[in-house]
């Protein structure tokens, strides 16, 4: 007995006999949905391993209050902005092994607090009972125990807490350590500095609850606070000096998230792809079905044509696009999953792989949408045909009328009927060619920062490993007076135990001082514009050139520049003046100091002159770092702010000049030539004040040895203290050490004697952050770490949209060509019939694929020629390398061989099964 003939039967029957098809354009669709639905799902893992790394550097509170136990707590919790009650951490005491200056603050954590402070446990485990200790890694290192292992006993000097402060008694006290912590307190030292003396109060090492207090002690504590936002009123409040000056707030400390930044820099750009790649997969999943339903017209018309009303056809088509849509929505799901977990791999220990299955089934549900939607557009499009327009194909007739077709002397059917299928569908030709476009366009800018990235790696950025740098450069009331003891610099013990590493083989320090240079005679128009450009009161003989135009109500020019400015007098340099007991006029410039060997390496940039390190470390010799030439510009917005500054106007300068630099040379007042040569005596000063606040005064007369210069293109890292505008004076630190003042270091820089791994670098940032407390760490093997996790975030993203456009200019390309391929049967029987071989029905669509294929990759080249020809006229080769990367071209050829040899690939493929049936089968099509 036969099946009943019902909706399910048809869609079911239509569904087996063409699977192969059906095959297709699963793989098509399933494509699509990975990117839709992968990339939100990407987002958010993206999110939350942001969330989780910045927790574990930092804890999940928003920010910690310092001496909460005398803090008006009760303000900030009747403000009703925090999200949880505060939480505590109860400093018990001081304690230390030999020497008190590198002891640690102990305490102990409430239950709630211990969640929310969230410690990462290394090795071990946090203290449970009585006797029990954790410490960070970095703290047992600057205690002497690197070598204590978990189980083992330490015996530590205490001093117990008191309020702020802490007991006078002293007393051992023998603990257990039950685990090793990761750094904490060290990160918070690193990125925030000790300015205030404030995180030196957290502490590095926890004990259990059951630990009893130090006798005659009262704790300290610090309260964690969570909250969402920093309201008016919450920040009302905190602006109160007893609370402010005691928190630290961790929207500061996230400078540690600089690790962070292939993960955020990758949402950022995954984020602007979304809508777009959601948008093309719905595009290449409507166009897929729109040719499958063409070729199927015929099939829909007689449905039609026998009593099939439109909603019984929706329903026949559209059950089958059900199908379809169970099948790819589970498989896009999973592969969209395993795809972002294999991209955490590969991103190492910036990415962390925290999925959230909501999303990823939002994505799914979303992709199944698509699918529906994508299919009921054109079949309800098809539906509207009426059934004997669809049967005869009046559409086609009607295509032949509007574009006048006429008979042709020559005829070459191959070559008039890829012409006429080309001429049938100029939208999809022109969605095509923008698509492919867009992709070439994208396609370059990839390769060209790819290019660019592996460039950088064969240069040498940076000769050192790490660098230590303090948060605060050298501070003082005036820029020509030396004020000592005023920043925590790096000491000359540092540089030696730093020397004393086991990896090290050089560590080379930069010392900063103020110097005056005595001014016998006229003052240097050189060394005035230099005045000029400082916006800072109290830095030359004038006031600040931005409030004077602004007191003044007119525009600074070249008339009335200088009459202007000496009409404002600074009284902080008379008075400085003075104090020194300087009768000539006096220029304060920077004086830098580093080790010979870093000296030395400065010769390839000599101007004038030559090194000579043995009159250097003598103090017979300085080394200036003095630009050719160079002129100020002023300039007004319309808006009436000011804007001012130096120009290098040397002849290397102006070749790198960027475009902001060539409008500020319309803005130009005033020029000067350096008046220095290699070989002029200078006649300097240095003022100290003394510990009883009086003036100590040190005149030298030195020869400049050499001059360099500091070009906008020179990118070596010799010149990270150097400004390429700033005059400046450097000279040796044994130089420096000739004017008898104790300078310390600013930062120093570190060689190591191998290679570094990501186990070498781990241990040398824990020792370094032991031996600089309080300073920022540089690691150049970590930096280059992150600029790789970039590089990979990036090419994937930006890779992930060339395969997307690409997959569905092919996929367009394809079921374009099928479905002529398959709705053409009966002409395709035809010209067989009368003589035509496998090669001319070949040709007929072959012919079709150089300008559907080529046309979007040319005008995608011929645009990216045009933006790479635009920022080299208007800006230069330096700009258009830090916009697009290294200019490529060669993509280009390969994208179209690429797309063409698919497509060529699958044409072959249907022509082949075309052919293979007989001539009666294909002109009996129906």
């Known amino acids: 007995m036969a099946k009943k003939l019902s909706i399910n039967a048809v869609a079911m029957s239509n569904f087996r006999r063409r699977m192969r098809q059906y095959l297709a354009l699963i793989v098509s669709i399933v494509m699509a949905m990975i990117f839709s639905s992968g990339i939100p799902f990407f987002i958010s893992c993206a999110e939350s391993s942001k969330t989780e790394l910045r927790h574990r550097a930092t804890g999940k509170q928003a920010a910690l209050l310092v001496d909460a136990q005398d803090a008006p707590v009760n303000l900030i919790e009747d403000t009703g902005m925090l999200t949880e009650p505060i939480s505590y951490i109860h400093i018990r005491s001081y304690a230390w092994t030999e020497d008190r200056e590198k002891g640690m603050t102990v305490g102990w954590l409430e239950e709630d607090a211990e969640k929310q402070y969230y410690l990462q446990i290394r090795e071990g485990r946090m203290p449970q009972s009585e006797g029990e200790i954790a410490l960070e890694q970095t703290q047992l290192l600057r205690l002497g125990l690197e070598h204590a292992a978990v189980g083992e006993t330490i015996?530590?000097?205490?001093?117990?807490?008191?309020?702020?402060?802490?007991?006078?008694?002293?007393?051992?006290?023998?603990?257990?350590?039950?685990?090793?912590?990761?750094?904490?307190?060290?990160?918070?030292?690193?990125?925030q500095g000790d300015t205030r003396g404030i995180v030196a109060k957290i502490p590095s090492a926890f004990v259990s609850r059951q630990q009893p207090p130090v006798p005659g002690g009262r704790a300290a504590m610090i309260g964690?606070?969570?909250?969402?936002?920093?309201?008016?009123?919450?920040?009302?409040?905190?602006?109160?000096?007893?609370?402010?000056d005691k928190l630290i707030e961790t929207i500061y400390l996230n400078q540690w998230g600089s690790r962070l930044d292939p993960v955020q820099s990758a949402s950022k750009i995954a984020i602007s792809v979304t809508v777009l790649l959601a948008f093309l997969s719905c595009f290449g999943i409507a166009n897929a079905f729109a040719a499958n339903l063409n070729e199927r017209k015929r099939q829909i018309?007689?449905?039609?044509?026998?009593?099939?009303?439109?909603?019984?056809?929706?329903?026949?088509?559209?059950?089958?696009?059900?199908?379809?849509?169970?099948?790819?929505?589970?498989?896009?799901?999973?592969?969209?999953?395993?795809?972002?977990?294999?991209?955490?791999?590969?991103?190492?220990?910036?990415?962390?792989?925290?999925?959230?299955?909501?999303?990823?089934?939002?994505?799914?549900?979303?992709?199944?949408a698509a699918v529906l939607m994508s299919a009921v557009i054109p079949l309800l499009r098809a539906c509207r045909i009426p059934p004997m327009q669809a049967i005869r194909d009046v559409e086609f007739v009607r295509k032949m009328r509007s574009h006048r077709i006429r008979s042709q002397e020559r005829f070459q059917a191959d070559r008039l009927l890829a012409r006429r299928k080309l001429m049938f569908m100029p939208v999809r030709q022109i969605a095509l060619s923008l698509i492919l476009a867009f992709a070439t366009v994208i396609l370059f800018g990839v390769i060209g920062q790819s290019m660019q990235w592996l460039h950088k790696l064969d240069e040498v950025q940076n000769p050192?490993?790490?660098?230590?740098?303090?948060?605060?450069?050298?501070?003082?009331?005036?820029?020509?007076?030396?004020?000592?003891?005023?920043?925590?610099?790096?000491?000359?013990?540092?540089?030696?135990?730093?020397?004393?590493?086991?990896?090290?083989?050089?560590?080379?320090?930069?010392?900063?001082?103020?110097?005056?240079?005595?001014?016998?005679?006229?003052?240097?128009?050189?060394?005035?514009?230099?005045?000029?450009?400082?916006?800072?009161?109290?830095?030359?003989?004038?006031?600040?050139?931005?409030?004077?135009?602004?007191?003044?109500?007119?525009?600074?020019?070249?008339?009335?520049?200088?009459?202007?400015?000496?009409?404002?007098?600074?009284?902080?340099?008379?008075?400085?003046?003075?104090?020194?007991?300087?009768?000539?006029?006096?220029?304060?410039?920077?004086?830098?100091?580093?080790?010979?060997?870093?000296?030395?390496?400065?010769?390839?940039?000599?101007?004038?002159?030559?090194?000579?390190?043995?009159?250097?470390?003598?103090?017979?010799?300085?080394?200036?770092?003095?630009?050719?030439?160079?002129?100020?510009?002023?300039?007004?917005?319309?808006?009436?702010?000011?804007?001012?500054?130096?120009?290098?106007?040397?002849?290397?300068?102006?070749?790198?000049?960027?475009?902001?630099?060539?409008?500020?040379?319309?803005?130009?007042?005033?020029?000067?030539?350096?008046?220095?040569?290699?070989?002029?005596?200078?006649?300097?000063?240095?003022?100290?004040?003394?510990s009883d606040g009086e003036p100590i005064r040190e005149d030298r007369t030195v020869r400049i040895g050499a001059i360099i210069s500091n070009p906008r293109q020179q990118e070596d890292v010799h010149f990270r203290f150097f400004s390429r505008n700033e005059f400046s004076v450097h000279t040796t630190v044994a130089g420096l050490d000739q004017f008898g003042q104790p300078f310390g270091y600013d930062g120093v820089k570190i060689r190591l004697n191998t290679e570094v791994t990501e186990q070498i670098d781990h241990q040398m940032q824990t020792e370094l952050a032991a031996l600089y407390p309080g300073k920022n760490?540089?690691?150049?093997?970590?930096?280059?770490?992150?600029?790789?996790d970039q590089f990979v975030t990036e090419s994937i993203v930006l890779g992930s949209l060339v395969v997307v456009l690409c997959a569905v200019s092919i996929s367009l390309v394809n079921h374009s060509i099928s479905a002529q391929i398959r709705e053409g049967e009966r002409m395709i029987g035809t010209l067989r019939a009368v003589g035509a071989s496998r090669r001319d029905i070949r040709k007929i669509y072959q012919r079709q694929l150089i300008p559907m294929t080529g046309a979007g990759v040319l005008f995608g080249m011929?645009?990216?020629?045009?933006?790479?020809?635009?920022?080299?006229?208007?800006?230069?080769?330096?700009?258009?390398?830090?916009?697009?990367?290294?200019?490529?071209?060669?993509?280009?050829?390969?994208?179209f061989a690429v797309l063409y040899g698919i497509c060529r690939l699958h044409l072959e493929n249907q022509i082949r099964k075309v052919i293979g049936q007989s001539i009666v089968e294909n002109i009996r099509e129906l």
Request: proline content about 3%; glycine content about 8%; aromatic content about 12%.
């Open 301 to 368: 018309g007689l449905l039609r044509a026998v009593g099939a009303t439109k909603q019984q056809i929706v329903q026949i088509y559209g059950r089958e696009a059900v199908l379809i849509a169970l099948i790819t929505a589970p498989l896009s799901i999973l592969l969209s999953y395993f795809s972002v977990k294999l991209f955490a791999q590969l991103m190492g220990n910036s990415f962390l792989f925290l999925p959230d299955v909501r999303i990823l089934l939002i994505g799914g549900l979303f992709g199944f």
């Open 777 to 788: 760490v540089f690691s150049n093997y970590a930096a280059n770490q992150r600029a790789r």
């Open 224 to 244: 964690l606070l969570s909250f969402q936002e920093r309201g008016e009123e919450l920040g009302r409040v905190l602006v109160s000096d007893e609370i402010l």
């Open 155 to 191: 015996t530590l000097h205490e001093s117990g807490a008191d309020g702020s402060g802490y007991l006078d008694e002293v007393r051992e006290q023998t603990y257990t350590l039950c685990g090793i912590l990761e750094n904490r307190k060290s990160v918070l030292e690193e990125n």
């Open 464 to 690: 050192y490993d790490y660098e230590i740098s303090l948060h605060r450069g050298y501070i003082g009331k005036s820029p020509f007076v030396n004020e000592l003891g005023l920043n925590d610099s790096v000491t000359e013990t540092q540089r030696q135990d730093t020397l004393a590493l086991g990896y090290v083989q050089e560590v080379s320090g930069q010392k900063a001082a103020k110097i005056n240079l005595r001014i016998d005679g006229e003052f240097p128009d050189y060394l005035e514009l230099n005045e000029y450009a400082s916006w800072v009161d109290g830095n030359s003989r004038f006031r600040n050139l931005s409030g004077i135009a602004d007191e003044t109500g007119s525009a600074l020019t070249k008339e009335n520049l200088r009459q202007i400015v000496h009409q404002y007098p600074n009284p902080d340099y008379e008075a400085q003046r003075a104090w020194g007991g300087y009768a000539e006029e006096i220029y304060a410039a920077p004086f830098y100091a580093q080790s010979s060997e870093w000296m030395q390496r400065l010769s390839p940039y000599v101007r004038e002159g030559k090194i000579d390190i043995d009159k250097l470390n003598l103090g017979e010799e300085v080394i200036l770092n003095a630009p050719e030439k160079v002129g100020f510009y002023f300039s007004r917005s319309k808006s009436g702010s000011s804007s001012m500054g130096l120009m290098d106007l040397s002849a290397d300068a102006l070749e790198v000049m960027t475009a902001s630099d060539r409008q500020n040379m319309d803005h130009i007042l005033v020029e000067a030539d350096c008046p220095y040569h290699a070989g002029d005596l200078l006649n300097i000063s240095m003022l100290t004040m003394g």
């Open 862 to 895: 011929i645009f990216y020629l045009i933006s790479c020809g635009y920022l080299y006229f208007r800006y230069n080769i330096q700009v258009l390398n830090q916009n697009i990367g290294t200019f490529v071209l060669w993509p280009a050829p390969i994208l």
